[in-house]
T-cell receptor
Framework: DGGITQSPKYLFRKEGQNVTLSCEQNLNHDAMYWYRQDPGQGLRLIYYSQIVNDFQKGDIAEGYSVSREKKESFPLTVTSAQKNPTAFYLC?????????????FGDGTRLSIL | AQSVSQHNHHVILSEAASLELGCNYSYGGTVNLFWYVQYPGQHLQLLLKYFSGDPLVKGIKGFEAEFIKSKFSFNLRKPSVQWSDTAEYFCAVKDYGQNFVFGPGTRLSVLP
């Protein structure tokens, strides 16, 4: 079955550490997205990528970095510069690189600070 | 910048009651509109979408939504809810830019 796989499901980070969240899709979608979900705030866009080797900052990119070396993969690194990283992170993809098609979502990764 | 508001943070209904969840957006130009649902422990799924044409759109599981351009609204409705509709519902808008903007979500609890 085609879909989006996020790993790990739960992740714990010590203060000052960088961690990388994995997102893989086998839908052959051009566009991929990373969102952060906090209670009462809905989803906020961190980064998005319309095509391989290209990505753009979203509304809350500070403290995060991404790469898009392959079409199917869009990993997100939460750096030590992100002062409030505890959240639920969702990866999504869309067939249309212009974003004119619905997004498909992964199951998410819950990141907590030790 | 585009913003999306959802009228209710938490809605509690009994089974068979009618449902209407409000969604308003701020950008006045051409938009694509979506409702997503997140069932407990599951990933976000698309309920329905509006791109153009008939402003009354039908989605999965008996849901429908009406786009009213003059009111910048895209309210979600269902005539008779079931316990299995308990979930969190998100309205989303995609405007001229690349960004999808999501509302804060409405949690629906249906009592059996």
């Amino acid at each position: 079955d085609g879909g989006i796989t996020q790993s790990p499901k739960y992740l714990f980070r010590k203060e000052g550490q960088n961690v990388t969240l994995s997102c893989e899709q086998n839908l052959n979608h051009d566009a991929m997205y990373w969102y952060r979900q906090d209670p009462g705030q809905g989803l906020r866009l961190i980064y998005y990528s319309q095509i391989v080797n290209d990505f753009q900052k979203g509304d809350i990119a500070e403290g995060y970095s991404v790469s898009r070396e392959k079409k199917e993969s869009f990993p997100l690194t939460v750096t030590s510069a992100q002062k409030n990283p505890t959240a639920f992170y969702l990866c999504a993809s869309s067939l249309d690189r212009r974003g004119n098609q619905p997004q498909h979502f992964g199951d998410g990764t819950r990141l907590s600070i030790l | 910048a585009q913003s999306v508001s959802q009228h209710n943070h938490h809605v509690i209904l009994s089974e068979a009651a009618s449902l209407e969840l409000g969604c308003n957006y701020s950008y006045g130009g051409t938009v694509n509109l979506f409702w997503y649902v997140q069932y407990p422990g599951q990933h976000l799924q698309l309920l329905l979408k509006y791109f153009s044409g008939d402003p009354l759109v039908k989605g999965i599981k008996g849901f429908e939504a009406e786009f009213i351009k003059s009111k910048f609204s895209f309210n979600l409705r269902k005539p008779s809810v079931q316990w299995s509709d308990t979930a969190e519902y998100f309205c989303a808008v995609k405007d001229y830019g690349q960004n999808f903007v999501f509302g804060p979500g409405t949690r629906l609890s249906v009592l059996p």
